[in-house]
């Protein structure tokens, strides 16, 4: 298992090898597996809380109406849309396209959930985007506050992943944090954990891939 202190170095030198940019990069981690035979259909789609919120929380579209929806908003959804609204996105593919890369997670209203599926499921399944249902008396500033601070890794048909763990105005050890955190999530589900990882890499959105050789296990 990789410790803290090994990404912390792991990051401040894919952070050292870089340029300065005009822009905010992302630190990005990026997971190598073996020994997975992902055509017999093993397959990950986890949301991950961080401990760290990154600078640039997660984008989240609620669907719900009447009083959920105003709750809401009041709890700065970046969307919300209603019954009506959600009726009409389906009928325009383009703009229900553009919604769907627009945000990181969706969650709906439980009232919804059906119309959800028969309007949007075809777009949203095969992106592993299908809303979380929110019964309509629970806490939805709770959910929207999780999902904030929260990040979606997908793996299909590949033996490697990647995903964003902060940026570079991030203090290494919290962004070295959220790496832990995703490479603990993701151990549980491999079929023999740490041993189903042969690379570990960290990288800068314009830099080099930073390589940390997982040692072999006797």
């Known amino acids: 298992m990789v410790n803290e202190s090994e990404l912390v170095s792991l990051i401040q030198e894919a952070k050292k090898s870089e340029k300065e940019r005009k822009f905010t990069q992302s630190l990005e981690l990026y997971l190598i597996f073996k020994d997975i035979d992902v055509k017999k259909g093993f397959a990950l789609n986890e949301i991950i809380q961080l401990p760290k919120q990154m600078s640039q929380p997660a984008a989240i579209c609620v669907m719900a109406s009447g009083d959920m929806g105003i709750k809401a908003k009041n709890a700065n959804a ?77 793996l299909k048909n590949s033996l490697s992943l990647s995903c964003k763990i902060g940026d570079v105005t991030m203090s290494e050890s919290d962004v070295a944090s959220n790496a832990v955190a995703i490479i603990n999530a993701i151990e549980k589900k491999l079929p023999n954990g740490d041993k189903n990882i042969r690379k570990i890499m960290v990288k800068t959105t314009m830099g080099k891939a930073i390589k940390l050789e997982m040692k072999v296990k006797k």
């Open 78 to 154: 970046d969307q919300v849309i209603n019954g009506d609204e959600l009726n009409k996105l389906a009928e325009n593919k383009r703009e229900t396209r553009k919604l769907i890369n627009k945000y990181d997670f969706f969650v709906a209203d439980t009232k919804l959930m059906a119309n959800v599926g028969k309007t949007l499921g075809q777009l949203l399944g095969p992106r592993g985007k299908m809303p979380t249902p929110v019964p309509f008396n629970a806490p939805i500033e709770s959910f929207l506050n999780r999902f904030k601070s929260s990040i979606r890794v997908r």
